[in-house]
């Protein structure tokens, strides 16, 4: 059995005993594909978006791969939603649309993602008639539409260790 520590160990069982055999010189472990993955992966995400998927999977970059992937069919769906609700002036269906974006979002981690459909939201939820808020409503869509696009983009460029390719 090979235990990794700052240095490599390797242990050997007797029937009642363990023992460690020294290694020949005290050498660093070399990284694992898993971590370079995770240091490449982690190079190309913003912080806290890593921070939150550490904090809630550890390095399981399967799980990293599935959650930012959900995210961003999710986001993609809800992004469609929020365009035809704007197409369509209906307050509550924005509020709606929005208000799962920002959930979504800030459930990951992407508190830029989030505070741009927040935005959206506050607008919508305002006072006034919707034809003096939606043009500020479309261009708040515009910049949180190019955010979920850059994030997209960024996903797409990460090498998972299942894939052969990026993305």
Known sequence: MLQAGPARKVWFESKSTRHPMQPFRDTPAAPTSDEASHAIIAGLLPPQVICTLTELFGLDLQQWRFIVDLFT???????ANLDQ????????????????IVGSSRMLGHVAIGDAA?????IAQSVGPYHERA????LNFTHLYA???????????????????AG
């Open 147 to 165: 955010l979920a696009d850059a994030f997209r983009q960024q996903i797409s460029r990460c090498a998972w260790p299942d894939s052969a390719v």
């Open 118 to 122: 927040r935005a959206i939201e506050r």
């Open 73 to 79: 069919e999710t986001v993609e769906q809800d992004l």
């Open 135 to 138: 043009a500020e409503m479309r």
């Open 85 to 100: 609700a704007l197409r369509n002036g209906v307050d509550a269906q924005i509020i709606e649309a929005s208000h799962r």
